[in-house]
């Protein structure tokens, strides 16, 4: 326990005062600055408050008044179906009448005349009626004696119109309509506006109408926008703004509608002044709404009526559609009584806080300075070379933990002094080894992709011909004899410049999603029945529920491959074992196999043997192609390096570790979700029929460099019935596409001489015919990632191909194609 004592030390009075100076200037800082911020800040959050609550309302009147026109709209629709409702029950009733006359032998004008007498006394909804005009004009049926059986030409409208002849002749041309014009109550000698519904007959030369008094609808709309104003005075009663800011409502006629002072609620406002502008303050409210801008006023209070000598602020919107004034009203001193007291209450609880940091830095002052000028002795000491020296300070809190740790440092600083530099130095010659063999094999690969893709123009060439040939000479003695070898040496070519794209990471991929120990017991399996017995296989699974994203066939053929090379490192037997686990790399664990490990969940996949194991040179140059030590003369010596290529294409490292008791490949994949959702592929066709249905009489536009490899494809599309064009560059193939507007399709090569490769023309011709059919061909190409699903938008079909495969792949384009990183297509192997 420590015992506080003088701040005699140097370094005691120095942080006591360090810590009172940083103190003191906080609080300054907080005085100084944050409370006047904190009031401000106060203030306008008081003051936002009466704009939000405005806007609130306002958004409530609104919805309010568009209630009210739904309403309106509503009705008129209601009353335009009552009105041909009476017009239908009408038309009925006479043709009744007229039916019945008829079967009686009863004279038509009789019986109309009877029915007209009791049309004119039926009524509905409110006192409306229905009433019959004849083509002339003359009222035939009407309540109104003043106008019943009456011609009614001279009743006219005030622009000289008569009434009822205008709402015949349009109901005569219109055959029925909807029409507004002033006429009278029976009984009352006023016009008001009227809304009728009219139907010509002219089988019975008349027209039969029911209408409506507008003022009615304008009654019942009345109703509703007077619930509206009680609505909102429940609302705004409960609405306070500050401590006692309310808001109030009026209209456009000065006529308050709603306050919370009695004294001037539904009270007309037009002559109240503003004592501070001494204008009347409905003016004053009116100019600043939907201004965004705030009156100032002097009001009096809800509980002070009468007494105007508060300061306040009003915001002021204008509802149009009501023409109401909505305004928030909010007192001065109100707004500022907050932000004081807030600020009141931070300035004590600062002068509180600073004076109890005073007192804790003067006991922690004393706690943390004698114990560090104690560390401070032994750290001279061990300056001056002394590293037996030691601090002596035990205790359980930070301090003694300082003290330990410092001990410590100082001990094993005195023993891994002399084995550092000698760590860093191997560790750094590692890291620029690997470095190196990464920088070569990029290289290689380079350079194999480009051998690549010029072995497989010759072998487009060479395969083609000898296809043609062995095709078109079919009963040439012998001859097939003689083809038939070099077209099996010309596929074995293009399997061999497949594993080189292998190799330098440009072969096409099929990715999914697969569990990895389900995959590698699978493949377990199936080398059981190809291994020799004198093999003593087995597999150790530590990755459950892990998942990798690999091309499956690609996966499978380089654990083959690498269980193959085991096999021939063991003539005389031993030990084969695959195992799999978890491996999780961060930036502390600097893991380098082939290169340095990027961050993250892989899963390690191992396989080792009992054989004699790699060479010195055999381990430095595994991975470059077609380097082997077999004997066998059909060894490319590609197949470490397609594992090598397949890898790194995955995203994934390799490591060899090796010794004259056997050796061990690891491979480091990354780990994937699992996902259920596979790519669809296009269903193959039957037979060769249904192809070559689809593409004789085609006109497709053959784009290369290469003349010997256009005359091949042009061969092979003849065979199939395809008319064929030529073009040797990007911009004569673009000239053809301008002029020929019968054009089917094109197949280019990917790589063109010049700034526009195959993609290019590819994507002009789509953007003119979307319906061509368009195939890209190519034996490698550095600019396409196989991984990226945006690299290429089209077909995509690796040279060399013979017919065959030629018009599979263009079938697949017909039926919509698949962009070369969803599936392999038209390799030939």
């Given amino acids: 326990m420590y015992r506080l004592t003088p701040l005699n030390s140097r370094l005691s009075r120095q942080f006591f005062l360090l810590l009172l100076s940083i103190l003191l200037a906080t609080f300054v800082f907080i005085y100084l600055y944050s409370v006047p911020l904190i009031k401000q800040t106060v203030f306008e959050i008081e003051r936002n408050a ?46 009744a009448v007229l039916q019945a006359a008829e079967q009686q032998a009863q004279p038509r004008e009789l019986a109309l005349a009877s029915a007209y007498e009791l049309i004119r006394h039926f009524n509905y909804r409110n006192q409306d009626y229905i009433w019959i005009a004849d083509h002339q004009g003359k009222l035939r049926s009407h309540p109104d004696p003043r106008f019943h059986g009456k011609n009614m030409h001279e009743l006219v409208d005030e622009t000289g119109h008569s009434i009822v002849t205008h709402l015949v002749q349009s109901a005569i041309r219109d055959g029925e309509g909807f029409y507004e014009y002033q006429w009278q109550r029976p009984t009352e000698a006023q ?32 109703q509703r926008k007077e619930r509206a104003i009680s609505e909102l005075r429940k609302a705004l009663q409960e609405i306070k703004v500050a401590k006692t800011g309310y808001l109030f409502i009026f209209d456009a006629h000065n006529q308050m509608l709603i306050h919370p002072n009695a004294n001037i609620d539904q009270t007309d406002i037009a002559e109240l002044i503003n004592p501070l502008s001494q204008n009347k303050i409905v003016a004053d409210l009116k100019r600043v709404a939907d201004t965004g801008s705030e009156l100032h006023y002097l009001w009096d209070k809800p509980n002070e009526p009468g007494n105007y000598v508060y300061e306040k602020l009003s915001l002021v919107r204008h509802l149009q559609g009501f023409d109401w004034y909505i305004c928030s009203s909010v007192y001065l001193d109100e707004l500022s009584s907050s932000s004081e007291k807030l600020s009141s209450r931070i300035l004590s609880l600062a002068i509180i806080t600073l004076l109890a940091a005073l007192g804790l830095a003067y006991f922690f002052v004393n706690r943390i300075t004698q114990p560090l000028e104690q560390l401070a002795q032994t750290a001279r000491r061990v300056s001056s070379g002394d590293l037996s020296a030691k601090s002596g300070i035990q205790s359980a809190d930070e301090v003694g933990v300082l003290a330990e740790s410092f001990d410590g440092m100082v001990e094993r600083l005195k023993n891994n002094i002399n084995t550092l530099d000698t760590q860093v130095k191997q560790r750094t010659e590692e890291l620029l080894a690997t470095n190196a063999r990464a920088q070569r094999m990029s290289a290689v690969g380079q350079l194999a992709g480009g051998l690549a893709h010029d072995f497989n123009n010759l072998l487009s060439i060479i395969l083609g011909n000898l296809l043609l040939a062995r095709d078109r000479y079919l009963g040439a003695e012998d001859l097939e004899e003689l083809l038939n070898p070099a077209i099996r040496a010309s596929k074995r070519g293009a399997e061999i410049t497949h594993r080189l794209l292998s190799f330098a990471r440009r072969q096409s991929l099929q990715t999914e999603t697969i569990a990895i120990e389900q995959r590698i017991r699978e493949t377990v399996e199936l080398l059981r029945g190809s291994l020799p017995e004198s093999i003593r296989l087995t597999y150790q699974a530590n990755s459950p529920q892990t998942y990798i994203r690999v091309d499956l066939s690609l996966l499978e053929n380089a654990l083959v491959n690498l269980a193959l090379n085991a096999r021939d490192a063991m003539p005389q037997g031993g030990n084969l074992h695959f195992s799999t686990a978890i491996l999780r790399v961060t930036p502390a664990t600097l893991l380098a196999l082939d290169e340095p490990v990027k961050s993250g969940d892989y899963v390690v996949i191992a396989i080792s043997d009992t054989g004699s194991g790699f060479s010195e040179d055999a381990y430095q140059r595994a991975y470059e192609p077609f380097y082997t030590t077999k004997q066998n003369p059909t060894n490319s010596g590609l197949g470490l390096s397609m594992v090598y290529g397949f890898v790194k294409q995955s995203q994934g490292y390799i490591h060899i570790q090796s010794s004259p008791q056997g050796s061990e490949i690891r491979l480091l994949l990354p780990t994937a979700s699992p996902e259920t959702s596979t790519p669809s592929l296009p269903q193959v066709p039957i037979n060769s029929a249904e192809i070559r249905q689809q593409l ?16 091949v494809i042009r061969s092979q599309l003849l065979g199939l019935g395809v008319h064929v064009l030529e073009a040797a560059d990007a911009e004569e193939a673009l000239q053809l596409i301008q002029t020929l507007p019968n054009l089917d399709g094109l197949i280019s090569d990917l790589m063109l001489p010049g700034h526009r490769d195959g993609k290019y023309i590819a994507t002009q011709l789509y953007q003119r015919r979307p319906q061509s059919l368009i195939l890209l061909i190519s034996g490698y190409s550095p600019e396409i990632d196989p991984e990226d699903p945006q690299s290429l938008d089209f077909p995509l079909l690796r040279k060399p191909f013979d017919q065959e495969t030629l018009a599979l792949a263009l079938w697949r384009a017909a039926k919509g194609g698949e962009a070369h990183e969803n599936r392999k297509t038209g390799v030939c192997d």
């Fill in 50 to 95: 009466s704009r939000t609550a405005l806007n609130n309302v306002f958004e409530l009147a609104n919805r309010m008044y568009a209630n009210v026109e739904d309403y309106r709209n509503q009705t008129l629709k209601s009353q335009q179906q009552q009105l041909k409702v009476a017009v239908s029950i009408t038309e009925s009733y006479l043709s």
């Fill in 191 to 222: 016009a008001l506006d009227k809304y009728s519904y009219v139907k010509n007959y002219p089988e019975w030369g008349l027209v039969i109408g029911a209408g409506v008094f507008l003022d009615d609808l304008e009654k019942e709309i009345q």
């Fill in 696 to 711: 004789v009489g085609q006109l497709l536009l053959v784009v290369d460099d290469n003349a010997d490899v256009r005359a």
